[in-house]
């Protein structure tokens, strides 16, 4: 919690503005900042200084994992947070590859699950590396990506956070996630939980002990309608004692997590926060 403030802080202080053609507002922003969650000890990096949606955040990340490529889909197993994406963005609207009303064209899940190969065909990354850590297995590119330039121009958005390497030191699984733009006040409470509950869920079904896992973002930017909030508001209050993560042990395997599993198969417990606090979004 303390790394997000520190973080949230640095942009105030230190964050220069920078104009944003896709959004058309100005962001305050920083390069680089590196967060890092004990998956091990149980640190799970939920935002105590307003109330977290977290399940959202959980529901999104079974999305991704699912190759989920449309917002009615995101919507049933808990999260709304594709709908602006896939409905309220002009040049989506316009775009020959949407498919209609919630679709979210060629994204996250649906790149990495069908990840296109040159010479025909495609792979799916997360079943060859759940395949191959099972086994003991780490080939040093055990590589999650959604990153695919050659399509970007088929989806409603390019992946932000966009790779997931995980890593085996004997029976212990690390995970280094890479974003190249981060929307502090309201992506990152998201991202960070999915990083930790990426790292707990695969070494779940796996058979492995989670270890650490490593965020590392690039543009970490605040939009200028969400400066005061943050400023005024999040930043006068006092973090709060963080809260446990528990996840239904009786997840096994990949199919589960494809088939039957939904947000309700993991609990934060003694969870405590501030008041919420309603960031404005930009689409
Ligand atoms: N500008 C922007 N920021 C993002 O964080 C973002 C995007 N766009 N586009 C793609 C996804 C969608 N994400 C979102 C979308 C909405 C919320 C949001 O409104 N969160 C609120 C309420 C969540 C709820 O009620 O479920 C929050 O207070 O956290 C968060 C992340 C993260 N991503
Ligand atoms: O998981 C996510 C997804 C999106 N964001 C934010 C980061 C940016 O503010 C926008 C994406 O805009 P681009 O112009 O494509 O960079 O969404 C996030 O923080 N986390």
Known sequence: MRQYLDLCQRIINEGVWVENDRTGKRCL???NADLTYDVAAGDFPLVTTRKSFYK???????????????????RKIGTKTWDANANDNAAWLENPYRKGTDDCGFIYGKVGRNFPKPDGGSIDLLR??????TRGIDDRGEIYTFYH????????LRPCMYSHHFSLLDDT??????????????????????????????????????????HKIVNAHIYEDQIELMRDVQLTREPLPLPTFKINPDIKT?????????TDDFEVEDY??????????SV
Request: aromatic content about 14%.
């Open 254 to 262: 990949l199919e589960d997590l494809e088939t039957w599993v939904s």
């Open 149 to 156: 330039p050659g399509a970007f121009h088929m989806g409603c």
């Open 272 to 281: 405590q926060y501030h008041a919420p606090i309603q960031y404005p979004f």
């Open 29 to 31: 922003t920083v390069i």
């Open 128 to 133: 060859k590396i759940v395949d191959d850590l």
């Open 173 to 214: 699984l690390y995970l280094n996630s890479t974003q190249r733009s981060c929307d502090v006040p309201l992506g990152l409470t998201f991202n960070m939980v999915q990083v930790y509950f990426l790292l707990a869920i695969i070494a779940q079904i796996t058979g492995k002990k989670p270890g650490k896992a490593y």
């Open 56 to 74: 959202s955040a959980i529901a999104e990340m079974l999305g991704y994992i699912r190759g989920y490529d449309n917002a009615e889909q995101f």
